[in-house]
């Protein structure tokens, strides 16, 4: 069977599933039945300096979108860091590490940045006994307009230096979790490698606006008659998230650091995914709020299955086995070709597949009628819009055209032989195959 157990930049947890900084960490109670129900670790929710402790509001404080069959897509937040005095979250930090001493326990921290307030409350919160610690660089509301979260995450010259005050005051891992709302990830993620960070983790909340309320004309979530920008979370954020670990993950000057991934991660595979693209854990928080903390079970025994079945003993094993394959869109193989394939069995004869294409694709589907749906090859180009607006599951296939088989659509006999824009003759800098 294989070994769950992980060990992320010199913390060793029994699996590779953390609960991120937020709610579900925010309190002794949670954290016990979190481990409980068996995750690997938890970053706790984030502190902040001693002193009045910070103020939430009173109404709503998320948002959402959902599906069709309302299953919560995406969910927003305008939530601050921890509410509750520094020494409670430290006294009850140090019970629960003394009761769960092989689960994970990082210490998220948020405080301004000056060079004192960090030197001062790091090895404070060192004396719970916790891991290592994630420094908040990441919340895009109410914390940023204090100077602090992303307004420290946009700039990468302050992350480096927050960075190394902390690495010059601990010895315990430093982690750097990184905001989204940025241009480019590798600016900050370098930062953070420059300032000696032991490892990032990504993403946090993206800035948003859910929706409108169009009876009140405010923004949801609504605090009485206005609403502000919230952070974005939940899987529809996933994608963002995996891109930003790849893009760190095959650089190759942050290329090796270690990565917490962290967006959407609601089952087994959303963690395999980040894992294939260079995570060495994930964390997750939308999903355990939205399904309870017992979903760590369900991620737990399929990535274990999953792994059984493909032969690999350790999560490290599967680290990284997608990164090489992550390339530019000038090294695709143009010379691959594809057409899209109707089960005639399965079709249930909506005429999605024909809208699609008749009036944003091609016009490469027939409709027959009797509504029998058929794809013209002389005029599909593959594009695989049919595919995902068809509601039925692989009822539309996209079919590899072989070697020397000819493609109706150009004229060409397909060459077996790779070639990308880098070698085609329409390209004007065209130079040689990567
Ligand atoms: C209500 C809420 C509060 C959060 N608070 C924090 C926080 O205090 N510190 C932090 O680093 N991230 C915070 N986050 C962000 C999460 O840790 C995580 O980065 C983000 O939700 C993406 O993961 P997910 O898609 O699994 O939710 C919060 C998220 C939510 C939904
Ligand atoms: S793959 Fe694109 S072009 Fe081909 S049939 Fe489907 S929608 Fe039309
Ligand atoms: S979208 Fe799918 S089910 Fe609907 S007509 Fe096309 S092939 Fe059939």
Same mark, same amino acid.
Request: with cysteine.
């Given at each position: 069977?294989?070994?769950?157990?992980?060990?992320?930049?010199?913390?060793?947890?029994?699996?590779?599933?953390?609960?991120?900084?937020?709610?579900?960490?925010?309190?002794?109670?949670?954290?016990?039945?979190?481990?409980?129900? !068996? *995750?690997?670790?938890?970053?706790?929710?984030?502190?902040?300096?001693?002193? @009045?402790?910070?103020?939430?509001?009173?109404?709503?404080?998320?948002?959402?979108?959902?599906?069709?069959?309302?299953?919560?897509?995406?969910?927003?937040?305008? +939530?601050?860091?921890?509410?509750?005095?520094?020494?409670?979250?430290?006294?009850?930090?140090?019970?629960?590490?003394?009761?769960?001493?092989?689960?994970?326990?990082?210490?998220?921290?948020?405080?301004?940045?000056? +060079?004192?307030?960090?030197? +001062?409350?790091? @090895?404070?919160?060192?004396?719970? !006994?916790?891991?290592?610690?994630?420094?908040?660089?990441?919340?895009?509301?109410?914390?940023?307009?204090?100077?602090?979260?992303?307004?420290?995450?946009?700039?990468?010259?302050?992350?480096?230096?927050?960075?190394?005050?902390?690495?010059?005051?601990?010895?315990?891992?430093?982690?750097?979790?990184?905001?989204?709302?940025?241009?480019?990830?590798?600016?900050?993620?370098?930062?953070?490698?420059? !300032?000696?960070?032991?490892?990032?983790?990504?993403?946090?909340?993206?800035?948003?606006?859910?929706?409108?309320?169009?009876?009140?004309?405010?923004?949801?979530?609504?605090?009485?008659?206005?609403?502000?920008?919230?952070?974005?979370? !939940?899987?529809?954020?996933?994608?963002?998230?995996?891109?930003?670990?790849?893009?760190?993950?095959?650089?190759?000057?942050?290329?090796?650091?270690?990565?917490?991934?962290?967006?959407?991660?609601?089952? *087994?595979?959303?963690?395999?995914?980040?894992?294939?693209?260079?995570?060495?854990?994930?964390?997750?928080?939308?999903?355990?709020?939205?399904?309870?903390?017992?979903?760590?079970?369900?991620?737990?025994?399929?990535?274990?299955?999953?792994?059984?079945?493909?032969?690999?003993?350790?999560?490290?094993?599967?680290?990284?086995?997608?990164?090489?394959?992550?390339?530019?869109?000038?090294?695709?193989?143009?010379?691959?070709?594809?057409?899209?394939?109707?089960?005639?069995?399965?079709?249930?004869?909506?005429?999605?597949?024909?809208?699609?294409?008749?009036?944003?694709?091609?016009?490469?589907?027939?409709?027959?009628?009797?509504?029998?749906?058929?794809?013209?090859?002389?005029?599909?180009?593959?594009?695989?819009?049919?595919?995902?607006?068809?509601?039925?599951?692989?009822?539309?296939?996209? +079919?590899?055209?072989?070697?020397?088989?000819?493609?109706?659509?150009?004229?060409?006999?397909?060459?077996?032989?790779?070639?990308?824009?880098?070698?085609?003759?329409?390209?004007?800098?065209?130079?040689?195959?990567?």
């Amino acid at each position: 069977m294989a070994d769950l157990t992980t060990t992320f930049c010199g913390i060793t947890s029994p699996n590779p599933f953390w609960l991120a900084s937020a709610p579900p960490t925010d309190k002794e109670y949670n954290v016990r039945r979190a481990f409980e129900a !068996g *995750w690997g670790g938890v970053v706790w929710k984030t502190l902040g300096d001693d002193g @009045p402790p910070v103020v939430n509001v009173n109404g709503p404080r998320y948002g959402a979108i959902w599906g069709a069959d309302r299953r919560l897509l995406g969910l927003n937040n305008i +939530e601050l860091i921890t509410d509750r005095p520094l020494q409670v979250n430290l006294d009850e930090m140090t019970r629960v590490k003394k009761d769960y001493p092989d689960r994970a326990l990082i210490a998220s921290v948020m405080v301004p940045c000056e +060079e004192a307030a960090w030197k +001062e409350i790091l @090895p404070r919160i060192a004396e719970t !006994g916790c891991d290592g610690f994630e420094l908040n660089f990441g919340c895009p509301h109410g914390m940023a307009e204090r100077g602090m979260g992303s307004a420290v995450g946009q700039v990468p010259e302050y992350i480096e230096m927050v960075t190394r005050w902390c690495k010059e005051t601990t010895d315990l891992p430093v982690i750097v979790k990184l905001t989204p709302n940025v241009t480019n990830i590798l600016g900050p993620a370098q930062a953070a490698k420059d !300032g000696g960070a032991d490892a990032v983790s990504l993403i946090n909340t993206i800035n948003s606006i859910t929706s409108v309320n169009l009876d009140t004309m405010s923004p949801e979530p609504m605090i009485d008659g206005k609403g502000t920008h919230g952070g974005y979370c !939940g899987p529809a954020v996933k994608p963002i998230a995996l891109n930003m670990v790849a893009e760190i993950a095959r650089n190759p000057t942050t290329h090796g650091m270690p990565i917490s991934g962290i967006g959407g991660v609601t089952t *087994w595979r959303d963690a395999a995914e980040f894992i294939a693209l260079g995570a060495g854990n994930v964390q997750v928080c939308t999903a355990a709020m939205t399904y309870g903390f017992k979903i760590v079970e369900e991620m737990i025994s399929g990535l274990s299955q999953w792994m059984d079945e493909q032969g690999h003993a350790r999560v490290e094993d599967v680290v990284g086995r997608a990164v090489p394959n992550v390339t530019d869109w000038q090294y695709l193989n143009l010379n691959y070709v594809t057409k899209a394939r109707i089960s005639q069995d399965d079709c249930i004869k909506c005429g999605r597949c024909y809208a699609a294409c008749e009036d944003t694709s091609h016009q490469a589907i027939s409709m027959s009628e009797d509504r029998v749906f058929e794809v013209m090859d002389d005029e599909c180009v593959a594009c695989n819009l049919c595919v995902n607006v068809c509601p039925v599951e692989d009822c539309i296939t996209m +079919e590899t055209l072989a070697p020397g088989a000819l493609d109706e659509r150009t004229g060409k006999t397909v060459e077996a032989d790779p070639a990308n824009w880098t070698v085609h003759p329409n390209n004007p800098s065209a130079t040689a195959a990567e």
